[in-house]
């Protein structure tokens, strides 16, 4: 059952994250002066690239805190 709510919220942490970013970035490129298509294109890599940095990141800080209570 762990596994499986770890699983889940590091499923969910990806998604928000990477929305999140695709939204922001593809606003921010657009203020640059970056057309739409490729400023959605550039946005949502980034938005897979960042959403992966935040999994391992929370996995660590789960792995860390999980540590503290054995």
Not at 26 to 40: M, T
């Amino acid at each position: 059952m762990n596994s499986l709510i770890r699983a889940t919220s590091v499923i969910v942490l990806m998604v928000i994250v990477g929305f999140g970013w695709s939204r922001i970035g593809a606003a921010r490129l657009r203020r640059r002066g970056v057309e739409e298509a490729a400023a959605a294109k550039q946005a949502g890599q980034e938005a897979r690239k960042y959403s992966l940095i935040a999994a391992f990141l929370y996995m660590v800080a789960m792995v860390s805190v999980a540590g503290l209570f054995m």
